[in-house]
């Protein structure tokens, strides 16, 4: 168990749709980081927060969005959603960025299926 | 930009034998390397990492060594169980603002008992 949790496991829904995955990070760290597991493109980066504000974009869509909270949960939007969509989200945590812990943890990932 | 490239896989081994996965990186810098483990149906869960050159991490009888010469990080298991049936991701931790993990595509691999 990696202290970092996200819900829900699992999600189908309809092309077209909105949802929302959360993640809450390990106690203490402040970085957060999503990244999207697909069968064409593998693991990879979509956004990362540090106590709640946006640090680094990688190759997240415009219909993605997300945001960290007081908290520091996480939260991605999906909207319009597309077959394409269907993937595995991953969130992970770390203490800071570029943290002399240099390491993410990870929860167990969301699985969305858009049919 | 930083890439990881790993072996294509399957791999199937049979059980006790000699386990090598490749991985060579580019990066600019010196990342932090790691590999990660994703078993059936789970998530990533770290393996070992190697911040430096030359370092070693190991983890469950895994090993790997970062050798800056070749940029590379090798994943090898001296005698491999069926339960080490898994997919395996060999990754580096980029040095820049953006702080993120770059993967490689996963190597999966196959124990017969």
């Known amino acids: 168990d990696s202290g970092v949790t996200q819900t829900p496991k699992h999600l189908i829904t309809a092309t077209g749709q909105r949802v929302t995955l959360r993640c809450s990070p390990r106690?203490?760290?402040?970085?957060v980081y999503w990244y999207q597991q697909s069968l064409d493109q593998g693991l990879q980066f979509l956004i990362h927060?540090?106590?709640?504000?946006?640090?680094a974009k990688g190759n997240i869509l415009e219909r993605f969005s997300a945001q960290q909270f007081p908290d520091l949960h996480s939260e991605l939007n999906l909207s319009s959603l597309e077959l394409g969509d269907s993937a595995l989200y991953f969130c992970?945590?770390?203490?800071?960025?570029?943290?002399?812990?240099?390491?993410?943890?990870f929860g167990p990932g969301t699985r969305l299926t858009v049919l | 930009g930083d890439s990881v490239t790993q072996m294509e896989g399957p791999v199937t081994l049979s059980e006790e034998a000699f386990l090598t996965i490749n991985c060579t990186y580019t990066a600019t810098g010196y990342p932090s390397l790691f590999w990660y483990v994703q078993y059936p149906g789970e998530g990533l869960q770290l393996l070992l990492k190697a911040t430096k050159a030359d370092d070693k991490g190991s983890n469950k009888g895994f090993e790997a060594t970062y050798r800056k010469e070749t940029t590379s990080f090798h994943l090898e298991k001296g005698s491999v169980q069926v339960s080490d049936s898994a997919v395996y991701f060999c990754?580096?931790?980029?040095?820049?603002?953006?702080?993120?993990?770059?993967f490689g595509k996963g190597t999966r691999l196959h124990i017969l008992p």
């Open positions: 992970a945590s770390s203490v800071a960025p570029r943290s002399s812990y240099n390491e993410q943890f």
């Open positions: 106690s203490g760290d402040l970085s």
């Open positions: 990754a580096l931790r980029s040095r820049d603002r953006d702080d993120k993990i770059i």
């Open positions: 927060y540090y106590n709640g504000e946006e640090r």
